[in-house]
């Protein structure tokens, strides 16, 4: 029979000695299984937001225009997705080299309705997104699978139309039977099914549902459009350049192309920005509205840095703390033979199964956590993705990184043991080094674990003030229904206003273009009081009528409201605008002219107080609003707060008589107005998450080291309760030692946090104070909460018998 291997024999020794010292052992799996964890669930998290639209084979070629947007001031320089119409036919016409250019249209919340062999609709749905129009180009440039139809011919007639999968089962029941079939949108357009695109990837931000040719009677005019100086963001525009053709090149010949067609007073440029980061793009955003930043990514590898830290900072500690316990056993093992290299293998390869096991652990709490996640960040994460090579690779790494990180120093520290003094016990000449250097680790523990709650602290107080601050108008109890903008449609408006307003429970009602914050709105430029010239600023611009006002109680500084019109005859605007325009008396703004292009032009009747049109994140905008029905998209209902289930079952009623060929939706003003602030929200989620965890596991590491001090102390407890000391007075002198150890964490964590925190409050306009009661309470936690923990078995140290412990040797 042959003899087991030195590997098989390491092993098996290093699981008898993680087996026997159990408690040391689920302490150690619990944090670092608890570390690796967190940092797979960071990769997994990362790995996803960093694939996006990756898989297109010529993505490094593939190119968005944006637009650079410059006011007055050089520095107020904004940035968005939309271009002039103009655009794309012009770069075809004059950058002839271009491969490819390709016009992109998309709107939110659109109507499609599905018809019968019989062309009656027999379904309706009201897409919030995914519904976009483009030419047959652009499956040249990007690589979306068609399961039905052909790519090259597909869009290429006009009134023709892609959907997806799931959208045409959900259409159609099944999306095998869709292909020839026909639905309307937005009660227009009679589209027919012309192919059907494959599931999209969950990493892609274009999510479509519905692509129309661009061709289309309600939209042909896009590419037929000479305007080469207004922009929408619903218009855009992708180019795939030549190899031999850098993005500088591009920005500077479509730079050089719309500066020869633009309006003189025309400061506006385009620019080129690449595929790649488009996702990354919170300014001009995306399709998808799942934008991380650069900075994001970073802070999340910090976080799981700092975390897997603390979990191996715990090991460490734990290690060394039981260093006297094993003292012996590395004197017998020194003194049959074994050299100080032999020992460390022996000690590493301890660490390795421990690692292993925990490793375990950690993908089991992965596979439930990374849902969980997915659905506080608005994602589509599944357990499935932890079966990926790039992941696998990661925990290797992890493996032998967090064993050579947790194992290395106190293998070091084992295999030092003089045999001698570690037979007789005599250790006292190393413990000064071992106890300073958990009391430094200790330290850092918390550092790491206070800097998280204390940045917590501040983002939820921030989140906060983003939620309970007054904008500057009413947004309770608010609901906006929008509903078709066609004008058969918008001719039902007064009948739809009699009969809500006859409905118990709403106090009053408003139609208009936007609600009054919101980053939809339409930005213009205009002429002041006769001028020459245009002004050198953009203005929101938005259209209401004369109940708007009440509605959402917005105040006037000066003059009065709009008179009821369905055409533009007279402007309110706001404070913002009169001080762009030097005016520093409102009242000095009125009966003064305003003109939109050639013929829209009016009075100021009244200005508007300021309020918030736009989040938190931006100081307030100069705002024209004016009345002109054809603009109207919007039925802004304010309800008494009684019976608001009851008074929504009869605004739709309502509607559907009305308007029975759309479907009927609705938001409340407070749930859009959480929207703004969504990443803020999922960011502060995922701190709450990740401080709870920091300080469990700083807490678990304090909880060992209490354990294994209790045991090496007793005899120091026994004397000092035979000298007369009380149960309070031990307990009180050996928790001291953590609180100051805590305490002089919390002193290093609060100035670094303080400066992390108040540059991230740089991003917004309006934003908390940082103070000091944020740093009192999160010392204080922590405090109590170390306390807490090793409480337990400091109290059980004290009250042993201390007959009991003298005796024993």
């Known amino acids: 029979m042959n003899a087991p291997s030195h590997d098989q024999n390491l092993f098996k020794t290093a699981w008898r000695n993680v087996y026997r010292q159990k408690s040391y ?40 225009l944006l637009t650079e947007y410059h006011h007055s001031d050089s520095k107020d320089i904004f940035y968005g997705s939309g271009v002039p119409r103009a655009v794309p036919q012009g770069i075809k016409t004059d950058l002839p080299d271009i491969e490819q250019v390709v016009p992109f249209y998309h709107q939110e919340d659109e109507q499609i309705q599905v018809l019968n062999a019989e062309g009656q609709i027999v379904k309706k749905f009201k897409e919030a997104s995914g519904v976009v129009a483009t030419t047959p180009a652009f499956f040249k440039i990007f690589d979306f699978p068609f399961l039905q139809g052909d790519a090259a011919t597909a869009l ?46 969950t990493n892609t931000d274009f999510q479509f549902k519905v692509v ?52 003189r007073d025309n400061k506006d440029s385009e620019i080129a920005q690449p595929l790649s980061a488009i996702h990354y793009d919170n300014k001009a955003g995306n399709y998808s509205n799942k934008s991380i930043t650069p900075q994001m990514i970073n802070m999340l590898w910090l976080i799981a840095i700092f975390i897997l830290v603390i979990a191996c900072v715990n090991f460490i500690n734990l290690a060394t703390a039981q260093a006297v316990n094993r003292a012996k056993e ?13 020992l460390q293998t022996q000690f590493l390869t301890e660490t390795l199964v421990i690692v292993l096991i925990s490793l ?61 003094n570690a037979l007789k016990s005599k250790l006292a000449s190393k413990v000064p080094k071992g106890i300073s250097l958990r009391h430094a680790l200790v330290v850092f523990q918390f550092v790491i674990a206070q800097g998280l709650i204390i940045c917590t602290f501040i983002i ?26 066609d004008s058969l449609s918008i001719s039902k408006l007064e009948y739809v206003k009699k009969r809500m307003t006859d409905l118990t429970g709403v106090e009053q009602l408003s139609f208009s273009s936007n609600i009054p914050a919101g980053e939809d709105a339409n930005w213009t430029m205009f002429t002041f009081e006769n001028a020459p010239t245009q002004v050198d600023f953009y203005s929101i611009i938005k259209s209401a009528d004369e109940q708007y006002l009440p509605t959402y109680k917005l105040q006037l500084a000066a003059g009065r409201n709009l008179a009821a019109s369905d055409t533009i005859k007279e402007f309110l605007v706001n404070e913002a605008l009169t001080q762009k325009l030097g005016i520093v008396n409102p009242k000095d703004a009125l009966n003064k002219r305003i003109q939109l292009g050639k013929f829209a032009k009016g009075i100021i009747v009244g200005v508007l107080k300021n309020y918030h049109n736009r989040s938190f994140k931006d100081d307030y905008a100069p705002l024209l609003l004016t009345t002109y029905k054809k603009d109207y998209a919007i039925t802004n209902v304010k309800l008494s707060g009684a019976n608001i289930a009851g008074s ?14 759309y479907a009927f939706q609705y938001e409340f003003l407070n749930d859009k107005i959480a929207s703004f602030y969504k990443q ?40 000092r309760k035979v000298l007369g000391a009380s149960v309070s007075g031990i307990v009180y002198l050996f928790s001291k030692e953590f609180v100051v150890l805590i305490v002089i964490g919390f002193a290093i964590a609060s100035p670094i946090t303080w400066y992390l925190m108040d540059k991230w409050l740089q991003d917004y306009t309006y934003k908390i104070t940082i103070q000091w009661q944020i740093f009192a309470m999160a010392g204080g936690m922590a405090v109590c909460i170390a306390l807490a923990t090793v409480s337990f078995q400091l109290i059980k140290a004290a009250l042993v018998n201390p007959v009991k412990s003298l005796r024993s040797e």
């Open 212 to 263: 129309i040719s661009m061709g289309t009677g309600s939209i042909a005019y896009l590419m037929k459009s000479t305007d080469w100086d207004s922009t929408g963001s619903y218009f855009n525009c992708f180019v795939l350049l030549p190899p031999n053709v850098t993005e500088t090149q591009l920005t500077a010949r479509v730079r050089a192309l719309v500066k020869k067609y633009h309006n």
């Open 680 to 719: 803020e929200s999922q960011l502060s989620q995922i701190y709450k998450c990740f401080a709870v965890i920091a300080i469990l596991l700083s807490c678990l590491g304090l909880y060992g080291l209490a354990s294994f001090m209790a045991v090496q102390r007793i005899k120091e407890v026994g004397i």
């Open 330 to 342: 590395v004197g017998i093992r020194k003194v049959l033979g074994g050299n100080r290299g032999q």
């Open 460 to 485: 939820v107080k921030q989140m906060n003030y983003f939620t309970h601050q007054s904008m500057g108008f009413a947004k309770d109890a608010i609901v906006n229904v929008p509903f078709p903008s």
């Open 648 to 661: 929504l079952k009869g605004i739709e009623k309502i509607w559907n008589e009305v308007y029975p060929d």
């Open 25 to 64: 052992t689920l302490i150690n799996i619990i944090g670092l299984g608890s570390g690796i964890a967190v940092c797979l669930i960071i990769f997994v998290l990362i790995q996803f937001h960093t694939s996006f639209d990756d898989f297109h084979t010529k993505k490094d070629r593939i190119y968005r």
């Open 156 to 201: 290429k007639e006009p009134n023709s139309v892609l959907l997806t999968k799931e959208t045409a089962d959900k259409y159609f029941g099944d999306w095998k039977t869709a292909m020839g079939k026909t639905i309307k949108w937005n009660n227009k357009d009679v589209l027919k099914v012309t192919g059907i695109l494959a599931t999209m990837p």
């Open 360 to 420: 375990v652990l950690s993908v089991v709490i992965s596979l439930i956590a990374i849902p969980v996640i997915g659905k506080i960040m608005d994602l589509p994460l599944a357990a499935g993705m932890l079966l990926n090579l790039n992941v696998a690779l990661f925990m290797v790494a992890l493996t032998v990184g967090v064993t050579l990180v947790a194992g290395f120093y106190p293998s070091i520290v084992l295999s030092g043991f003089n045999p001698i």
